[in-house]
Antibody, heavy 117, light 107 residues
Framework: EVQLVESGGGLVQPGGSLRLSCAASGLTVSDNYMSWVRQAPGKGLEWVSIIYSGGTTFYADSVKGRFTISRHNSENTLYLQMNNLTPEDTAVYYC???????????WGQGTRVTVSS | AIQMTQSPSSLSASVGDRVTITCRASQGIRNDLGWYQQKPGKAPKLLIYAASILQSGVPSRFSGSGSGTDFTLTISSLQPEDFATYYCLHDYNYPASFGQGTKVEIK
């Protein structure tokens, strides 16, 4: 059974940093494309970032230069390092396995990030 | 960046109704489109990928069609558990993007 479990969310001040984790079981993070998606309170879904199995990464324009997606192969964990956070980054952040063609088939339960002074 | 325009933003329907939701891409995306269902407080659930392929375990009352710029999600006979918000997603290139969502409510 595949499980993705996010952690690392919390309350942070504007300009601060957080690192989100997505611990995987039942699949190998380094063998898959993995994505982050977020959802601001009361809003729709927003694609954030993807890392290919080969290591190529892409970002939404809204986070480019501030967020970094990475993985730790031996820990089978996906990360999202978030720097210079703003209130607009307040959201629930989800990780998902990404099979392309619109196919994100496994999702975590989400971790909540609140950016506020 | 490719924009996804989803309509309607909300609709009211009754159990047993046929429901259609559309997504239009600002440029051609082949069939690199998925449809998701989300209920409050829950992660999105994949329904359809590659525009028309039903994800394993999803009821056959859900179907998808389209290619290029225009796509449709159809629920052939709405069931009580289908009241939720639906999103389309393209990943033809990056940045990927979701439609604005369609909230399906009980009439």
């Amino acid at each position: 059974e595949v499980q993705l479990v996010e952690s690392g969310g919390g309350l942070v001040q504007p300009g601060g940093s957080l690192r989100l984790s997505c611990a995987a079981s039942g699949l190998t993070v380094s063998d898959n494309y993995m994505s982050w998606v977020r959802q601001a309170p009361g809003k729709g879904l927003e694609w954030v970032s993807i890392i290919y199995s080969g290591g190529t990464t892409f970002y939404a324009d809204s986070v480019k230069g501030r967020f970094t997606i990475s993985r730790h192969n031996s820990e089978n964990t996906l990360y999202l390092q978030m720097n210079n956070l703003t209130p607009e980054d307040t959201a629930v952040y989800y990780c998902a396995r990404d099979l392309r063609s619109g196919r994100k088939d496994y999702w975590g339960q989400g971790t909540r990030v609140t950016v506020s002074s | 960046a490719i924009q996804m325009t989803q309509s309607p933003s909300s609709l009211s329907a009754s159990v047993g109704d046929r429901v259609t939701i559309t997504c239009r891409a600002s440029q051609g995306i082949r069939n690199d489109l998925g449809w998701y269902q989300q209920k409050p407080g829950k992660a999105p659930k994949l329904l359809i990928y590659a525009a028309s392929i039903l994800q394993s375990g999803v009821p056959s009352r859900f179907s998808g069609s389209g290619s290029g710029t225009d796509f449709t999600l159809t629920i052939s006979s709405l069931q009580p558990e289908d009241f939720a918000t639906y999103y389309c997603l393209h990943d033809y290139n990056y940045p990927a993007s979701f439609g604005q969502g369609t909230k399906v409510e009980i009439k």
